[in-house]
């Protein structure tokens, strides 16, 4: 692997490890709230679940509504929601948010930011406990487990 797929890989473990506490595969198949898990990976499973006071669709590694999920499935971005489809439909939001060369260069510093709106669970977001310097050490961990520097 190249350096930036490298730090992408890297940075996709960091977005489960902040949306689930755990970088775990098995965090692809988790509902909202992290209580349910789903193993039909044909369609989204957009089942509805209300947790810390809120109800949500989100699902999988990423917490993809099923809107997004449906949208990107429409304009041919993902086919299902598997491993492979969740990372492609994330990767295509660090894009969308113009997050992804900041990522691929390594600069966290620059990407997370610009994700804030699209992962509350990132440093500085509205339903993070992670601090700036949490998510360097994660990052760099994770770039190091996967052969990077």
Same mark, same amino acid.
């Given at each position: =692997?190249?350096?930036?797929? &490298? ?7 960091? &977005?489960?490890?902040?949306? #689930? ?17 789903? !193993?039909?990976?044909?369609? #989204? ?8 006071? #809120?109800?949500? !669709?989100? *699902? ?12 990107? +499935?429409? +304009? ?31 600069? &966290? ?10 992962? !509350?669970? =990132?440093?500085? *977001? +509205?339903?993070?406990? =992670?601090? =700036?310097?949490?998510? #360097? ?11 990077? +520097?």
């Amino acid at each position: =692997m190249s350096t930036e797929e &490298i730090n992408v890989a890297a940075f996709l473990r960091f &977005i489960r490890y902040a949306e #689930h506490q755990s970088d775990d595969d098995k965090v692809y198949f988790l509902l909202y709230g992290g209580q349910q898990r789903f !193993t039909d990976t044909n369609l #989204h499973p957009n089942k509805a679940i209300t947790a810390w006071g #809120h109800t949500s !669709t989100a *699902a999988g590694a990423y917490q993809i509504l099923y809107s997004t999920w449906k949208e990107a +499935k429409d +304009k041919g971005v993902v086919i299902d929601f598997s491993k492979a489809s969740q990372d492609k439909l994330a990767i295509s939001k660090l894009r969308s948010r113009r997050a992804l060369s900041y990522i691929e260069a390594g600069d &966290i510093d620059r990407a997370i930011p610009l994700l804030r709106n699209e992962w !509350t669970s =990132m440093p500085g *977001a +509205k339903q993070s406990a =992670m601090s =700036m310097s949490t998510a #360097h050490e994660l990052f760099k961990k994770y770039v190091a487990e996967l052969g990077g +520097k």
